[in-house]
């Protein structure tokens, strides 16, 4: 594959990640997740096991999100770099 179509490809492959990011609304999910760790690093989280549970779990699945939006949108932004190579 020519360097053209891979560049191509890119822009397709960066065009489908900006969509999902606008689905997920990052800047919310970046949001939840602050007050998230917020609320769950309180002293007194814990004096009520289910809301701590409920609050960890979702900063858990949060915090997942955002990881594995962030390693895609590296790796998208390293594949150039990696062709010149």
Do not use: Y
Not at 22 to 49: C, G, H, I, Q, R
Not at 77 to 83: F, G, H, K, Q, T
């Amino acid at each position: 594959m020519a360097a053209r179509e891979f560049a191509q490809e890119v822009k397709q492959l960066d065009a489908t990640l900006v969509s999902i990011e606008k689905v997920l609304d990052l800047p919310k999910l970046k949001s939840d997740a602050l007050t998230l760790e917020s609320v769950a690093s309180a002293p007194d989280l814990w004096n009520d096991p289910e809301k701590a549970q409920e609050v960890t779990s979702k900063l858990s699945r949060v915090q997942a999100t955002l990881n594995r939006i962030t390693t895609i949108r590296r790796r998208l932004e390293d594949i150039p770099v990696l062709v010149e190579l």
